[in-house]
Structures are given as C-alpha cells and as structure tokens.
C-alpha cells in the first residue's frame, strides 16, 4: 500500500469525502485525487496538516510504520500524566524507633501516589523504584527528626557513611546516622540527642543481627 492507497483509507475511516477534506486542507479536491491515484507525491508538510485534520498518523501516511489512528490529545496527556505518577507503599503501622526501637507487625501497604516532578524537584527525590514512607516513634534524633514525623525510605538502597538509615536488629526497626570506617566491616548507628546511646555493630553476632533495611531520603515535617 503506497502513501495514497494510505490517504484514502484513512479518508474514508473519518468519513471524508475527498471534496470535504480539500476543503479542510484548502486546496482543491483534484489535489486529493491526484495524490490518492498516485500521481503526486504526498510531502511530509502536507502529511502533517493531513494528521491534524483526520487525527491519523503523519508517519503512517507518510511510511506505513507505526499505527494509523494517532493518539488524542487527551489520550496523550493522560500517558503522560501516568508516566509522571510514582506510587509509594506507605506502610500505616510501622514505625521505625529513634529511642529504644518498635516491634513491628507483618502488614500490607497502602499505594500513594505522587507527581514525579514534586519527588524529584521539591524533595530532591532522584530513584522512584522502591520508596516506601513509614513513621519515626521517639527522640534520639532531635533535633533532626522528631516524634512522629514521616520518612520517605529508598528500601535496599547502598547505605554510605553519614547516610539516615533504617536498622533492622532483631525485628525492631531503628533510624539512625550511619558510621562507618573505610575498609572495616564493623560500623555504628549514632543518635543525633545525647541523652541516647550509639549502638555499635562491633561483632559478628551483632553483625548477623542487624540489616540496613534502606536509606531516608527525605521527612515529612510535622508543624
């Protein structure tokens, strides 16, 4: 099928006569003819004032690749709108402890979902895939986090020194300040309040024990 067989099909899917879309296009009727019959070339600038009349592909027409039926404006910015929404699990009842850690129960999260654009430039958010938001309970971390407050988390994310981490041990969450030294595998897990004790992962039964669950990536700030 050559691009007038093409222009032709799609003529007639939207119903046009080849008077009615000369019209359109102003210019003659003769024209749409001589381009169906094969006798002029379909040019790509013509292809394209063709596409927004029948709402057809201009590729198509102009190649056969690709779909004819070229998507709505609406149709468009609702993929657009789906590729700029991240869900996030948002875990209710899980908290992870800034004092003397919280036992957690096994729950399924809720789905939020958030504009891309606002993770991204608002709370400098740069990886969607695996963000959960859980809430902090105590205040071995004043003055940076407080009671109460909601942490975004990257879960599995590679900690580095200084990161805000979550801390599994032993079934109780923890959020911490990681500190590590280079080349050792032992590490610590600081409070920021002075009135807390660090917890130092100084052995490998502790080391067994403990697991970074992810690393915070932004908090929820309560007023």
Aim: glycine letters at 8%.
């Amino acid at each position: 099928m050559n691009a007038g067989q093409r222009l032709k099909e799609a003529r007639k899917i939207r119903g046009y006569t080849q008077s009615d879309l000369g019209k359109r296009l102003g210019v003659e009727w003769t024209k749409i003819k001589d381009i169906e019959a094969g006798k002029l070339i379909l040019h790509a600038d013509f292809a394209e004032k063709i596409e927004n009349i029948l709402s057809v592909s201009g590729w198509w027409l102009l190649t056969g690749k690709g779909a004819m039926l070229a998507q709505s404006s609406q149709e468009k910015n609702s993929r657009e709108d789906q590729n700029n929404v991240v869900s996030l699990n948002f875990y209710d009842n899980i908290y992870a402890s800034a004092g003397y850690g919280a036992i957690n129960d096994h729950i399924q999260p809720t789905k939020m979902d958030f504009d891309r654009n606002f993770l991204e430039k608002v709370l400098g958010i740069k990886k969607f895939d695996r963000l959960d938001i859980i809430r902090v309970v105590g205040d071995s971390m004043l003055p940076s986090i407080r009671d109460g407050e909601y942490m975004i988390l990257e879960s599995g994310a590679n900690a580095k020194n200084g990161d805000t981490v979550i801390a599994n041990i032993k079934g109780e969450l923890y959020i911490k300040r990681l500190s590590k030294t280079p080349f050792q595998k032992w590490f610590r897990l600081e409070s920021e309040n002075a009135e807390y004790q660090h917890i130092d992962i100084d052995s490998n039964e502790k080391l067994e024990a403990c697991s970074i669950v992810g690393v915070v990536r932004c908090k929820i700030k309560l007023y």
